[in-house]
């Protein structure tokens, strides 16, 4: 690696490799910046905006943008988290998140995210959107009520899975949502198996296994440990 | 012919071509009335596509219906020049007169009303589509008799032929308009210079996009022409941005309907100058109407060896295509228009790459304006020194301005630029004006105080819309009119963007119902700040524009309407209550929350 491909996180020097994003090289470094939407294994999608950071006093997407040598890059400043709580409330308030209720609750991204931050409280009034649970398929129940748009999914079962089980269609706050595969839009009707990629991305509630309920005691689950923060190399897979 | 053979003709007709979806789709629809769940099933078979990718772009799309829609679909335009011609009581009478509630379709399969964004007619409103096909200036005696074809279920094509009339209303000429280019000429004057020349000409015009940004034309093409194609079958593309959706703006449906052959001359200039052979118009859906017009005036460009192989005698080839889009703002963005041409949601890229390296199906693409294409004929013809002359030294020609609103004289202008917004306002016979907004809800709201400014790149850019508005109108409706619009035109990618547009439309209702409170503006200026930075694309960076312009600008229009206290909930126990009051069809005091607690109060 070339000496001068460093760039500045939060005043810290961060190596890169050329063509890896600023999340990417962040994270191969062990430093976190909030996301949602990124996961390592798979391209960028670019659509929650939680790794908004400045890069030299403009903001961009940090799963999008590439390293350059000597960016001074902005990431966990009190402007930046403010943007970023403000940006967990207006996931929580589009969707209905319960999470005492949720099997996620302790292995959610988005709880741990929120957690993270110290968000209090969803500020805004609720939504409290009609989205219809799928109990159709004999191994997978998906619950849309958590679904954050972030397409891993979709993503997963086209790259990984070679099946094309889901796909974002529909426009804006109400049209926006994943589609399923089949005439019926069911998933009990697609070749989608427990076993698929697909199956288990999901960072929040949405793609849940059946049968499975509570397996890891709340208390003892992954962001229970520790805070998302001081994860960041174990989520890289 | 059976439902399914429809569809098969159809999708036969584009060769099975998944990246033709949204023609396929249009085209079925235009047939069956709707697009089913077997429909849809069926051209994903066809074109090799996953039924979920059809879904997904079927359902993105405001035109297209995947649920049964009325044999007769009325949607009214709701620009706020469309509100302030009265649209609003007119929807409301034929709602009435027909016994529908608004966007529901009627019990028998018969009629839906609605509304839908700007139709682009704001000088002739209030403007409505029926099944898709335009028309202009309703009146209440046209609501009426509008009403009684629908019940004697009349086919729209036997409608009176005058209700679709729909007119230039040219008040203002300068080079571009008043031109007198003959079809073939300025084309034949670009051959004759050669590309690196006609580029040149390009760069020494100085020309800048007409579509808002103002990017270098000559720099775009440049580097469309030396962006390497990509794949086995390497290609560079021409796109005329023609989804001219920017409420107020008109200038581009005037420019397809009487100077088409000038824009389809311009996109083969342009086709010339960077190595394309193939150039897409994409259409926005409102003006599907010109469609067979314009696909004529291609039949006679290629009847004369303007289009198509050998074109004038030379080696160049060129060929021209029309995509029609589907009632999707965002598409006016360059990247999202791409995806919709290629079948898929428009949802704006991830950038760089910028199209000029990766567009239409991975090639290179330039995308311009209409207005743009067309001005590249006048430096075809005149040369760029010439073009150069006309303007300023930084915003060079002429730019064409939609006017509507408050205002004598409606229609296009074309002036050189560095007109002030006084002059167009004297022009138009406008009088008593509070406010102007310049380049639509995206745009600035210009105060009576900042009428001298000037309709140029280094001071107030425009994509063409000018509203103009007198001193009797609410600026805070204004406002709320273009918050509604950005919340339904969001294409919902990015957070910011699809939750905060409708933050902001809910935060604005609630200020309407007088319920708002100080509180509620500082946080109308949070979520500005948020979605100014954090948003995908222009959308949501300009979304609360009109907002942040009318508080900062108008903000006594806002404050009568603020309850004197520091805090006011969003939620609304009476309001909460009207859907059991709907329920039960009570509407008396007691089914009130207000009245209640009086009452217990007095007990």
């Given amino acids: ?237 | 012919m059976s439902d399914t053979d429809v569809i098969d003709a159809v999708v036969d007709r584009h060769r099975r071509d998944g990246t033709r979806l949204m023609q396929i789709l249009r085209e079925i629809q235009e047939q069956l009335g709707w697009l089913s769940p077997a429909t849809l099933t069926r051209v994903a078979a066809a074109v090799g596509w996953p039924r979920a990718m059809v879904s997904g772009t079927a359902s993105f799309y405001s035109f297209f219906h995947t649920r049964p829609r009325g044999k007769y679909c009325v949607l009214w335009s709701d620009n706020i020049t469309d509100r302030m011609l009265g649209n609003a009581d007119l929807m409301e009478a034929m709602c009435k007169k027909l016994w529908l509630e608004p966007g529901r379709v009627s019990e028998d399969g018969l009629v839906s009303v609605n509304t839908t964004s700007c139709t682009g007619m704001c000088d002739q409103g209030p403007a409505l589509l029926v099944n898709y096909r335009a028309i202009t200036r309703m009146t209440p005696s046209r609501v009426g008799e509008m009403v009684g074809l629908i019940r004697d279920q009349t086919p729209v094509a036997e409608w009176p032929a005058e209700w679709f009339a729909v007119d230039d209303n040219i008040r203002r000429k300068d080079i571009l308009l008043a031109n007198d280019l003959v079809p073939g000429q300025a084309l034949s004057a670009a051959l004759e210079r050669g590309p690196e020349k006609m580029l040149a000409a390009v760069k020494d015009a100085r020309l800048r996009g007409r579509g808002g940004a103002g990017f270098s034309t000559g720099l775009k093409w440049e580097a469309c022409r030396n962006a390497a194609g990509s794949g086995t079958a390497p290609a560079r593309y021409v796109v005329c941005n023609a989804d001219e959706g920017e409420p107020g703006t008109f200038k581009d449906r005037v420019l397809l309907t009487s100077y088409a052959y000038l824009v389809f001359e311009g996109m083969s200039i342009a086709g010339f100058v960077v190595g394309a052979k193939k150039g897409l118009l994409y259409l926005r859906g409102e003006y599907r109407y010109l469609l067979e017009p314009l696909e004529s005036t291609l039949a006679a460009r290629r009847k004369n060896n303007l289009l198509g192989k050998n074109i004038l005698g030379t080696d160049f080839e060129f060929h021209i295509e029309i995509h029609l889009g589907a009632g999707a703002y965002v598409c006016g963005e360059e990247s999202a228009l791409i995806e919709s041409l290629e079948g898929k949601p428009g949802r704006p890229r991830i950038r760089p790459p910028f199209p000029v390296t990766s567009g239409y199906l991975g090639q290179p693409t330039t995308v311009n304006n209409v207005e743009t294409l067309a001005a590249s004929c006048l430096i075809a013809a005149h040369g760029g020194e010439w073009y150069a002359q006309h303007g300023t030294e930084k915003s060079t020609g002429t730019k064409i301005l939609s006017v509507s609103g408050d205002c004598e004289r409606p229609g296009i202008y074309e002036y050189p630029y560095g007109v002030s917004v006084r002059q167009v306002l004297e022009d138009c016979g406008a009088t008593d004006s509070q406010a102007v907004q310049n380049s639509g809800p995206s745009g600035v709201c210009v105060a009576e105080d900042e009428f001298g400014r000037r309709i140029a790149f280094e001071d107030l850019p425009t994509a063409g819309a000018f509203m103009v508005f007198d001193e009797t109108r609410d600026m805070f409706e204004v406002a709320r009119n273009f918050a509604h619009f950005f919340a339904h035109e969001s294409c919902g990618f990015c957070t910011p963007c699809r939750v905060g547009t409708t933050l902001v439309r809910n935060m604005m209702d609630k200020i309407a119902r007088n319920h708002g409170s100080p509180y509620d503006i500082d946080e109308l200026f949070k979520l500005h700040r948020l979605m100014q930075g954090a948003s995908h694309c222009g959308l949501g960076n300009s979304a609360c524009n009109p907002v942040f312009d009318t508080l900062n600008k108008f903000r006594p229009a806002y404050e009568r309407r603020l309850k004197s206290l520091d805090y006011e909930p969003a939620f609304d126990l009476d309001a909460a209550l009207s859907q059991a009051r709907q329920m039960t069809g009570r509407d008396d005091a007691g089914a009130h929350f207000a009245a209640n607690s009086e009452d217990e109060a007095k007990a």
């Fill in chain 1, 1 to 237: 690696m070339n000496a001068t491909n460093t760039f500045q996180l939060d005043g810290e020097e961060i190596p890169f490799a050329p063509g890896q994003t600023i999340i990417q090289a962040a994270a191969a470094h062990g430093a976190y910046i909030p996301h949602l939407c990124w996961h390592p294994d798979f391209s960028p999608h670019g659509s929650c905006k939680l790794c908004t950071v400045k890069v030299n006093g403009r903001f961009g997407s940090a799963c999008t943008m590439e390293a350059q040598p000597g960016m001074e890059v902005e990431n966990r400043t009190a402007e930046l988290d403010d943007k970023r709580r403000t940006l967990l409330q207006m996931f929580f308030v589009e969707g209905n998140h319960f999470c005492p209720s949720c099997e996620k609750s302790g292995n959610c991204v988005l709880q741990a995210t929120a957690y993270e931050l110290k968000m209090m409280s969803p500020h805004f009034d609720m939504f409290y959107p009609d989205r219809p649970v799928d109990a159709s398929h004999p191994d997978i129940l998906l619950d849309f009520n958590r679904c954050i748009m972030c397409s891993l999914c979709v993503t997963a079962s086209r790259e990984v899975d070679g099946k094309n089980v889901f796909a974002m269609g529909g426009r804006g706050i109400l049209g926006r949502r994943i589609h399923i595969n089949s005439e019926s839009g069911r998933l009990g009707d697609t070749d989608f198996a427990a076993t698929d990629r697909a199956a288990s991305i999901c960072p929040v509630g949405v793609i849940l296994h059946k049968r499975k309920g509570f397996a890891v005691p709340i208390g003892e689950r992954t962001y229970d440990l520790a805070p998302i923060s001081a994860q960041v190399k174990e989520t890289r897979s």
